[in-house]
């Protein structure tokens, strides 16, 4: 019965795990690092032995098959990116949380205390990674916008010789323009929350990834069109890299 039992919990996992999108490796100068897309905003990280999460979201689910997370990264107070219930029901028993101080304000006093807080501007160094927090906002800039400046953070990870970037919810902003040297970038890309296909093409334009990833495109009437944003970069750059996954496969 156990082995019956056993057998049917892997075929469970396996056809869980055989939703997502392939991971794609990137060679740093301390090893692979493992880039798995899950869910909207939603992705693990792994390098050198440590696993990281950002922005978990779904449920225990959408981290079936994937590590206990040793760093976690939140981006922004909205429940698709600091989700309460998901935290709870995945093991954080060993994780670093790097939260921005709005988000970590919501948080229980128990999670408060794996927090390192990081605001804007900021730069801290964990597990051999270093982690600056950028803006993330909307524009025009309002303080009725559903992200308002200093409030949510975009981060820049560097991993050994490469540079990621995770722009967290956001428009085409000054800051992002101006990134230099990114090897791998994740570009947000619905609106009204953040920007329309034509805005985030542009944007990448201006800081030039090496790789880009359009990925938090849940949207309707184009806004998710990740082909037609493909077509604009490559149009603009045939050397960015555009890989389109599919962020929507856990339901």
């Known amino acids: 019965m156990k082995t019956v039992l056993s057998f049917l919990l892997l075929l469970i996992g396996t056809s869980a795990w055989a939703q997502l999108p392939a991971a794609d490796d990137l060679k740093t100068s301390k090893g692979p690092l493992k880039i798995q897309p899950l ?14 999460y950002a922005d978990p979201y779904g ?24 989700d309460p219930a998901t935290l709870n029901a995945i093991d954080l028993s060993k994780a670093i949380i790097i939260a921005p101080p709005a988000v970590v304000e919501k948080m229980s006093e128990a999670m408060k205390a794996k927090v390192v807080t990081v605001a804007n501007g900021q730069t801290v160094s964990k597990l051999d990674i270093s982690i600056t927090a950028i803006p993330m906002y909307n524009l025009p800039e309002s303080a009725e916008s559903r992200h308002t400046k200093g409030r949510g953070n975009g981060y820049v990870l560097k991993f050994g010789d490469k540079t990621i970037y995770i722009s967290g919810d956001t428009s085409g902003i000054p800051e992002m323009r101006a990134l230099k040297n990114i090897d791998v970038a994740f570009v947000c890309m619905n609106l009204p929350y953040t920007m329309d296909v034509k805005e ?14 359009p990925y938090h495109y849940r949207g309707q009437n184009g806004l998710s069109d990740t082909e037609a944003f493909k077509k604009l970069v490559n149009e603009g750059n045939k050397s960015i890299d555009v890989r389109l996954r599919d962020w929507y496969t856990i339901k």
Not at 59 to 82: E, M, W
Not at 201 to 213: G, Q, R
């Open 39 to 52: 869910n909207h905003a939603t992705m693990s990280l792994t390098w050198n032995g440590k696993t990281i």
């Open 59 to 82: 449920g225990a689910k959408t981290f079936q098959g994937i590590a206990a997370p040793d760093l976690v990264l939140i981006s922004d107070i909205h429940g698709d990116h600091f």
């Open 200 to 213: 985030a093409a542009s944007a990448v334009l201006d800081f030039k990834p090496k790789s880009v990833y």
